[in-house]
């Protein structure tokens, strides 16, 4: 439009002031994030806007993840091109978010999800045991392990890389239905520079390789070949973009598909209580279901489970890495219990079509909920960091009847900080006699128990001394141990 004077001349064109914010809003810039303090007394609102890209959802939810913060409801739309969501968020001691540097790092973060990492060794997570400050892994190389688990597997890895003269600065494993996962940064153990001669490294991972295949044993009743390998990795996804690791362990136990292994939990449909359990615990079970919505043809994933930090990451990542694109979910957390609904397509626009595609999604939804659910003991360890730590204390583990399921474990400064879950190696769970022999012979180790029920000690166990376990095998480390927790 123009405007004129009074003589009906014209002097300039006129321009709505608000028309800068709307080219703004539609070209650029791609994201707009606000932090709303006011409208919700016990939490924090972010609001995201933005033009839409497939696994947008899952980067917004990454960065949130990262922080230790706990969604508790949630709303996406993504229609039309254009992505809106909605996040309840509090921070991991259930406050809302105050830290002003926190909100503009949120901001900054989400805003620049779009932009494209160069460092392909480099990775942009802080994992929930440890700091927020990811160390810098542009100068480590990164080694992928996966393959069928068995007792002591990861202290066998772990030995290997040492023999191999490779110092592990971080590690992070997980095992799940007989299978497991693992990414390692190492380092040359005299120059604690990348490893980057193209014969070594095949020769790391030959080793590894073999280390893992020792046990496998053929599987006539299946189709799949059994995908035993270690591999360099360099993190990129995407469009250029870094790969989160905890994503990346995901695709690494789709890849060696831990959801056929026997289900923990019942998936599905609602199961009716046992004699054995009461009715809040069978009300507590995970239960997985697909639906078509013919009429704007979706299909409707609804999700109900206990709840838990990181849910809402594992759920997306899975739905995204097996290529749906999700348009619209809606997420609520009550009383410990979550509730999730996505609708869903294929990229190429079309729902899932038959029951066997419907039974897959649910099988990889159950496995990724399962795989962060660890039932054993959680020990919580720091020491002054040598090469080869890592192995003296998961052998000792080993050779006590100790089987590592989950471990974190990364170098700070001086310091080596390591988070394992154990169970036994008998399949019976660790009981409290040994947890409490451990505290009073080894003085502050702080040790959590993961279990919600612990099994009466046996006299086997009640023998156990964990004094005698380090006893002449890493005398030393026993005057480094310091309280996490």
């Not at 009074?6 to 539609?26: A, G, H």
């Not at 489970?305 to 997306?316: A, E, G, H, N, Q």
Request: charged share 25%.
């Amino acid at each position: 439009m123009v405007k004129t004077d009074s003589m009906n001349k014209v002097n300039f064109p006129y321009f709505d002031p608000d028309f800068d914010k709307l080219l703004e809003r539609i070209n650029g810039p791609t994201c707009r994030v606000c932090i709303d303090n006011e409208s919700m007394d016990d939490c924090t609102v972010v609001k995201v806007n933005s033009v839409n890209k497939q696994g947008l959802l899952l980067e917004v939810v990454q960065v949130l993840t990262d922080l230790n913060l706990t969604i508790s409801k949630s709303y996406i739309s993504s229609d039309a091109g254009w992505f809106m969501d909605v996040f309840h968020v509090k921070d991991e001691h259930g406050n809302k978010l105050t830290d002003q540097k926190l909100i503009n790092y949120i901001k900054q973060a989400i805003g620049t999800t779009r932009e494209t990492h160069n460092s392909a060794k480099a990775k942009t997570y802080a994992n929930m045991v440890f700091s927020h400050e990811p160390s810098n892994n542009n100068e480590h190389t990164v080694i992928e392990m996966s393959g069928t688990d068995r007792p002591g597997l990861f202290s066998e890895l772990s030995a290997a890389l040492a023999d191999l003269h490779c110092n592990i600065v971080e590690a992070h494993a997980w095992s799940h239905n007989g299978r497991l996962a693992c990414v390692a940064y190492i380092s040359d153990q005299s120059t604690h520079t990348p490893i980057e001669d193209p014969n070594r490294l095949a020769s790391i991972e030959d080793h590894l390789t073999t280390v893992l295949r020792a046990t496998i044993t053929p599987t006539p009743t299946t189709n799949q070949p059994n995908q035993q390998e270690a591999k360099t990795a360099d993190f990129l996804g995407g469009e250029g973009t870094v790969t989160n690791v905890e994503r990346r362990l995901h695709q690494l136990m789709l890849s060696v598909r831990d959801f056929e292994g026997p289900p923990s939990r019942t998936v599905s449909l609602p199961t009716t209580p046992t004699d054995s359990e009461s009715d809040e615990e069978a009300g507590m079970k995970t239960t997985v279901k697909i639906e078509s919505c013919d009429e704007k043809g979706y299909s409707i994933v609804n999700i109900e489970c206990k709840d838990r930090p990181r849910l809402m990451f594992d759920t997306v990542c899975t739905l995204t890495d097996m290529q749906y694109v999700i348009f619209h979910a809606s997420i609520n957390s009550d009383g410990g219990y979550a509730f999730q609904e996505y609708f869903i397509r294929h990229l190429d626009g079309c729902a899932m079509s038959t029951d066997c595609e419907k039974e897959r999604v649910i099988k990889c939804l159950e496995a990724a909920i399962e795989r962060r659910v660890c039932e054993g003991v959680r020990l919580e360890l720091c020491a002054d960091n040598r090469v080869g730590l890592l192995s003296d204390i998961t052998r000792v583990l080993r050779e006590n009847g100790l089987t590592v399921v989950r471990a974190d474990v990364e170098t700070q400064g001086e310091k080596s900080i390591n988070a394992f879950y154990v169970r036994d190696m008998s399949g019976n769970k660790v009981d409290m006699e040994f947890i409490e022999s451990m505290k009073k012979e080894m003085g502050p180790i702080a040790l959590q128990v993961k279990n919600d029920t612990i099994r009466p000690s046996s006299p086997e166990r009640s023998r156990f001394s964990f004094s005698h376990m380090l006893k002449d095998q890493i005398e030393w480390f026993s005057n480094n141990f310091i309280t996490i927790k």
